[in-house]
């Protein structure tokens, strides 16, 4: 089956310093979606991309959807201590019309 | 617009027990997913309804089942409890099965 896997599991980083995680499909994504989930609250949908090579911004966020339509990225710049939670990536394909969730990567920052 | 509404919030049940949970969409939505969230399996697909149909269903045992109401409301079910069902339950809206997902604030069981 198809399967999304996430890395880093987790990251540690100060105030300030930049985070990337990377999200990798098995199989081809129609779509992804990227979700936030901060300590003790539910997933949050931040941005959907569909493009092949699309890169779209939010505010310190950049995501982008791979030319391939396998990977995609989240990369945060100078991070904030509202920045920390679980970010996970949502891949679907257009056929099984089910999304599959990363593994998701767990962001900690500190001061 | 209301959100998401999961209950209950929070239940505690005993092995071999059997429990229901509810989830009621965003107003107009008319598909409705399950996912089981754990710290080490992250969150899990469980199933999918659209229009009172199952249209898609995940890798769980058939302890798992649900349905949906004419109204769009879900239900859950999980017979049989094991202590490996202890997790986080949580429902998620959509207008069409590919639009991002709305979720609830999830219902929390455990199983003794």
Redesign the interface.
């Given at each position: 089956g198809q399967q999304v896997m996430q890395i880093p599991q987790y990251q540690h980083v100060q105030e300030g310093e930049d985070f990337t995680t990377y999200c990798n499909s098995s199989t081809t994504l129609s779509n992804i979606q990227w979700y936030k989930q901060r300590p003790g609250g539910h997933p949050v949908f931040l941005i959907q991309l569909v493009k092949s090579g699309e890169v779209k911004k939010q505010k310190r966020l950049t995501f982008q959807f791979g030319e391939a339509k396998k990977n995609s990225s989240l990369h945060i710049t100078a991070t904030q201590t509202t920045d920390v939670g679980t970010y996970f990536c949502a891949g679907l394909t257009g056929t099984a019309s089910k999304l599959t969730f990363g593994t998701g990567t767990r962001l900690q920052v500190t001061l | 617009k209301a959100g998401v509404t999961q209950t209950p919030r929070y239940l505690i049940k005993t092995r071999g027990q059997q429990v229901t949970l509810s989830c009621s969409p965003i107003s107009g939505h008319r598909s409705v997913?399950w996912?089981q969230q754990t710290p080490g399996q992250?969150?899990q697909?469980l199933f999918?309804y659209f229009s009172e149909t199952q249209?898609?269903k995940g890798?769980f045992p058939g302890r798992f089942s649900g349905r949906q109401f004419s109204n769009s409301r879900s239900e859950m079910n999980v017979s049989t409890l094991e202590l490996g069902d202890s997790a986080l339950y949580?429902c998620?809206s959509a207008g069409t099965?590919?639009s991002?997902?709305?979720?609830?604030?999830?219902t929390r069981l455990t199983v003794t």
């Open positions: - | 997913s996912y992250g969150l697909f999918e249209r898609n890798n949580l998620a099965g590919y991002p997902l709305h979720f609830g604030n999830g």
